[in-house]
T-cell receptor, first 109, second 113 residues
Framework: AQRVTQPEKLLSVFKGAPVELKCNYS??????LFWYVQYSRQRLQLLLR??SRESIKGFTADLNKGETSFHLKKPFAQEEDSAMYYCALADSGNTPLVFGKGTRLSVIA | NAGVMQNPRHLVRRRGQEARLRCSPM?????VYWYRQLPEEGLKFMVYLQKENIIDESGMPKERFSAEFPKEGPSILRIQQVVRGDSAAYFCASSPSQTDTQYFGPGTRLTVL
């Protein structure tokens, strides 16, 4: 069965420190992986997807098929990065999305 | 483009009543997805619809829940005879195709008293 695990419910870091939000998945095929973010009082929005290999707002994520991980990283955290982050996967074709429980990132000034 | 619209944003129902949640996709999007988020949980897929067709309803409870996406008008998620366990945030997403990014609405928070 498809499953996404985000082991940290809450992650607090100081401004300027590196950030790594962990995501592990279980899936028997070749999934597509995504990171979604929800800022305070805003709707859920796509941050990045692994196939596009983009860096958005300084965040990157590399798909590691050997470790079945898709950790989200940023070298220097900013206060505006404080939000709820969800890792998600989908079968090829993008539907339906399977979400992790989310990690709340808090960046402390 | 106004984005995905959902209404109402908050809905309170008593046990046994019906709840109707509406989702208007982004302009040009014909694919709609409904997800439910229980407290402290991630979003869980419920149903995927394309205009007038249900494509995948594998995540939707077999009883009391139904969804439609008519040719004209919004997609509707209908919950009959609501129970306390239906209290959750219900999110709708839309996309222009099966492979494109899903864009999410603000959600409807259902509270069953």
């Amino acid at each position: 069965a498809q499953r996404v695990t985000q082991p940290e419910k809450l992650l607090s870091v100081f401004k300027g420190a590196p950030v790594e939000l962990k995501c592990n998945y279980s899936y028997s095929g070749s999934p597509e992986l995504f990171w979604y973010v929800q800022y305070s009082r805003q709707r859920l929005q796509l941050l990045l997807r692994h196939i596009s290999r983009e860096s958005i707002k300084g965040f990157t994520a590399d798909l590691n098929k050997g470790e079945t991980s898709f950790h989200l990283k940023k070298p220097f955290a900013q206060e505006e990065d404080s939000a709820m982050y969800y890792c998600a996967l989908a079968d090829s074709g993008n539907t339906p999305l399977v979400f992790g429980k989310g990690t709340r990132l808090s960046v402390i000034a | 483009n106004a984005g995905v619209m959902q209404n109402p944003r908050h809905l309170v129902r008593r046990r046994g009543q019906e709840a109707r949640l509406r989702c208007s996709p982004m302009k040009g999007h014909s694919h709609v997805y409904w997800y439910r988020q229980l407290p402290e949980e991630g979003l869980k897929f419920m149903v995927y619809l394309q205009k007038e067709n249900i494509i995948d309803e594998s995540g939707m409870p077999k009883e009391r829940f139904s969804a439609e996406f008519p040719k004209e008008g919004p997609s509707i998620l209908r919950i009959q005879q609501v129970v306390r366990g239906d209290s959750a945030a219900y999110f709708c997403a839309s996309s222009p195709s099966q492979t494109d990014t899903q864009y999410f609405g603000p959600g409807t928070r259902l509270t069953v008293l």
